[in-house]
């Protein structure tokens, strides 16, 4: 079964409008972290925002935010006021405690095109 | 300089060739992580390690091998090289904490023939 599961293969969106990127997880450990990247065409893997499984309250980083409802295992992105230099694709990521380690399981990614 | 460094950026190999990926940090991280990134996917992460004596496999170790030397280098090699084995490949580190997120290589973008 699916760790992570981002149904947008694709959006578009006006430019200065807000969007909203799905994520859905399932894990059964009660202490989780969910990470959102953001990869631009060059590639490279940025970090944007992290939300920790007992966090409180719902993490934010300038225009972005992440809408986090721990009963239904969703941790959505929201990017507020969109750019054209938002175009990308965005990854949601779950770390795992495995001895210690993080490791992330990434989700498909969901490639945002922010339309002038 | 960036933080962590992949080199080289583009390979373009052929079948049956040994290759290595080389990743080397500066951000003093314990944890070092290799992954594959295939067209329209998220990362599989082949092998990660928490220290120069600790390597563990990921969920797609299978055709490759890692060398961590140094706690700020670890290098992936393909043994023998297939064409299925094309990928984006990134290198990661960590910190030792709970909360803080993987930083990333620009990645190796490998073509094998």
């Known amino acids: 079964a699916q760790k992570i599961t981002q149904t947008q293969p694709g959006m578009f969106v006006q430019e200065k409008e807000a969007v909203t990127l799905d994520c859905t997880y399932d894990?059964?450990?009660?202490?989780?972290?969910l990470f959102w990247y953001k990869q631009p065409s060059s590639g490279e893997m940025i970090f944007l925002i992290y939300?920790?499984?007992?966090?409180?309250q719902n993490a934010t980083e300038g225009r972005y935010s992440l809408n986090f409802q721990k009963a239904r295992k969703s941790a959505n992105l929201v990017i507020s006021a969109s750019q054209l230099g938002d175009s990308a694709m965005y990854f949601c990521?779950?770390?795992?405690?495995?001895?210690?380690?993080?490791?992330?399981?990434f989700g498909q990614g969901t490639r945002l095109t922010i339309n002038p | 300089d960036a933080d962590v460094t992949q080199t080289p950026r583009n390979r373009i190999t052929k079948t049956g060739k040994r290759i290595m990926l080389e990743c080397s940090q500066t951000?003093?991280?314990?944890?070092m992580y290799w992954y594959r990134q295939d067209p329209g996917l998220g990362l599989r992460l082949i092998y990660y390690?928490?220290?120069?004596?600790?390597?563990n496999k990921g969920e797609i170790s299978d055709g490759y091998s890692v060398s961590r030397q140094a706690q700020a280098k670890f290098s992936l090699s393909l043994e023998s090289a297939i064409p299925n084995q094309t990928a984006l490949y990134f290198c990661?580190?960590?910190?030792?904490?709970?909360?803080?997120?993987?930083?990333f290589g620009d990645g190796t973008r490998l073509s094998i023939l």
């Open positions: 939300q920790g499984s007992y966090d409180q």
């Open positions: 951000k003093g991280h314990d944890r």
């Open positions: 990661a580190t960590s910190a030792d904490r709970y909360s803080q997120p993987q930083h």
């Open positions: 390690s928490f220290d120069v004596k600790d390597i």
């Open positions: 990521a779950m770390r795992e405690n495995i001895q210690g380690a993080q490791k992330l399981v």
């Open positions: 894990t059964s450990d009660p202490s989780y972290g």
